[in-house]
């Protein structure tokens, strides 16, 4: 006899976004991202506070705001990377370049950016248990770049502003050979002025590191005379905060970050962080992920790499008025449109 497999499959999962054009109005999919991502649809269902004469909840729960969150992680690769900072740190931007597409990231700090927000289908092989999210957008990244050099990981936590279930996703595929952004392709640069910039390469120094920038989302909503109001109104733009870590060997280099971090006064030190792919979108036009900010050292921690003893220097980044943005991302890859298929 033939025994069918037991339904909900995890590697039958798969997460894929489209970009809306129109608030609380979702769209179909149009990429898979080669990204696990694991959501959380909170209703908020609550027990009123009250006597009611019994030792035990007497009276139905009521609703409040959801909460629609989801974290994506994985691998990162260089054509789904400006997903991620179109998300996080600025909409509406769009690429330059013939055929090797360049995405710039320079957001304001003086004003709030406008958002792209994207709708998502997430779920496995059960038809009747798929989601669609809308209204999307991250609100914090992290990447880390390992210690192996293999390729960087990113961490992206979404949030969306209205859920609907069950939802059959769009029949898509994913790219099967990915262009990723390695740690041994990427260099780390630190100098003392913005003119200098991109300059000071950190030879045999940076083991890995890591950085995450939060949004600090606040999170809109509004009583409007329906059920409506448990769905997120709009966002708006908090503190956005950089803070990067960085496990060095005790080189030259290294020793003098550490007596800029222990310094009397505050050392501004002016941080790039350049991975340069060893493969080319086209001629020679390499894939690329450039992350530039400034930045003091706030904290230094002890650590090892094998037999040899290293620092953690963590950095926390601040608006300098002599670079053009507080945050400078610059991703080159092949794609043309947000979430082209």
């Known amino acids: 006899m033939t025994v069918q497999p037991a339904p909900g499959n995890v590697r039958f999962r798969a997460f894929q ?27 908020k269902w609550t027990f009123p506070d009250v006597d009611t004469g019994t030792l035990d909840a ?49 957001p304001a700090s003086t004003s709030a950016d406008a958002y792209d927000i994207v709708a998502g289908e997430w779920g496995d092989e059960v038809t009747g248990d798929q989601f669609r999210f809308y209204d999307g957008i991250i609100d914090q990244l992290q990447l880390t770049f390992p210690q192996d050099l293999g390729p960087i990981q990113a961490q992206a936590d979404f949030r969306f502003g ?46 890995d590191a890591s950085l995450t920038v939060s949004s600090n989302t606040d999170v809109k909503r509004f009583s409007n005379g329906s059920n409506a109001n448990f769905n997120v109104a709009g966002y708006g733009r908090g503190e956005r905060t950089l803070e990067s870590t960085f496990n060095l060997a005790k080189t030259p280099a290294a020793l003098q970050e550490f007596a800029d971090w222990l310094n009397a006064n505050p ?62 991302v610059l991703v080159v890859n092949a794609m043309s449109t947000l979430l082209a298929p």
């Open 162 to 207: 209205t859920v609907t279930y069950p939802h059959t996703r769009q029949a898509l595929s994913v790219d099967t050979n990915p262009e990723w952004l390695y740690g041994a392709d990427t260099a780390l640069y630190i100098d003392d002025n913005a003119g200098s910039m991109g300059i000071t390469r950190m030879v045999d120094t940076m083991h």
């Open 267 to 328: 050392v501004e030190r002016f941080v790039v962080l350049d991975t340069t792919s060893r493969q080319f979108v086209t001629g020679s036009t390499p894939y690329q992920q450039k992350i530039k900010f400034a930045g003091f050292w706030f904290t230094r921690s002890e650590n090892a790499v094998g037999s040899n003893t290293t620092a953690q220097l963590v950095c926390r980044h601040v608006v300098d008025p002599a670079l053009t943005a507080p945050i400078d």
């Open 58 to 106: 007497a009276i139905a729960p009521y609703r409040m705001a959801s909460d629609i969150t989801g974290q994506a992680t994985g691998p990162l690769a260089a054509n789904d990377a400006h997903i991620l900072w179109q998300l996080l740190l600025k909409g509406g931007v769009t690429p330059t370049g013939a055929v090797a597409k360049s995405w710039l990231y320079q």
């Open 17 to 43: 976004l489209g970009l809306q054009t129109t608030w609380g109005t979702p769209v179909n999919a149009t990429r898979r991202v080669p990204w696990r991502f694991n959501p959380s649809t909170d209703p």
